[in-house]
């Protein structure tokens, strides 16, 4: 019995299981725009998995190209996130009134933006414990106009992701803390 199997079958199989075993039951172009990062990430797998086509398609570098298309999305997200932490402590823990509302709107920017990078996948990546470290290094810079500052933030992440991206219509923000010694 000769065997039919062609490239295109190869890698239509391949992506039925492996969209089965991600359980995305939503086809390529619909996930393409829902979820970039997951898109990305099925695509350079299946280009994987096709059979070498000749010497010319190097579809290991094309694939970690796309790959990279994908974590690029996940970077931009973690960054946002890193920033919107930083805001929030710096909001809630410095006591300072000035920066308040400029810190204020660059957060309704951020989040902006953090909504139209945010998907399922991402979500699930972006490991909240380690971007509420990050901020934390980035709020030291501010140590020296307020001293003490970092020794009065909680050890862990007090926010949630719902209140970082704040889907909602109003914004949220944490409440300015007194600061009492």
Same mark, same amino acid.
């Given at each position: 019995?000769?065997?039919?199997?062609?490239?295109?079958?190869?890698?239509?199989?391949?992506?039925?299981?492996?969209?089965?075993?991600?359980?995305?039951?939503?086809?390529?172009?619909?996930?393409?725009?829902?979820?970039?990062?997951?898109?990305?990430?099925?695509?350079?797998?299946?280009?994987?998995?096709?059979?070498?086509?000749?010497?010319?398609?190097?579809?290991?570098?094309?694939?970690?190209?796309?790959?990279?298309?994908?974590?690029?999305?996940?970077?931009?997200?973690?960054?946002?996130?890193?920033?919107?932490?930083?805001?929030?402590?710096?909001?809630?823990?410095?006591?300072?009134?000035? %920066?308040?509302?400029?810190?204020?709107?660059?957060?309704?920017?951020?989040?902006?933006?953090?909504?139209?990078?945010?998907?399922?996948?991402?979500?699930?990546?972006?490991?909240?414990?380690?971007?509420?470290?990050?901020?934390?290094?980035?709020?030291?810079?501010?140590?020296?106009?307020?001293?003490?500052?970092?020794?009065?933030?909680?050890?862990?992440?007090?926010?949630?992701?719902?209140?970082?991206?704040?889907?909602?219509?109003?914004?949220?923000?944490?409440? %300015?803390?007194?600061?009492?010694?």
């Amino acid at each position: 019995m000769q065997n039919h199997d062609t490239p295109l079958r190869t890698l239509c199989r391949g992506a039925r299981r492996l969209r089965y075993a991600l359980n995305m039951t939503a086809p390529a172009d619909s996930l393409h725009e829902e979820d970039f990062y997951a898109w990305t990430q099925l695509q350079a797998d299946l280009l994987r998995r096709l059979p070498p086509i000749g010497n010319s398609f190097d579809a290991e570098n094309v694939a970690e190209e796309i790959e990279d298309l994908g974590r690029s999305e996940l970077r931009a997200a973690q960054s946002l996130c890193e920033h919107i932490i930083e805001h929030f402590l710096k909001l809630e823990y410095s006591g300072l009134d000035d %920066p308040a509302e400029h810190w204020r709107d660059e957060i309704v920017e951020w989040r902006l933006q953090l909504e139209k990078t945010l998907t399922r996948s991402i979500e699930t990546k972006l490991d909240l414990p380690a971007r509420y470290q990050a901020a934390i290094r980035l709020v030291r810079r501010l140590e020296r106009d307020v001293p003490g500052l970092t020794r009065r933030l909680p050890t862990f992440c007090p926010y949630t992701l719902g209140q970082i991206a704040n889907g909602g219509d109003a914004d949220w923000f944490p409440p %300015p803390r007194d600061q009492a010694p």
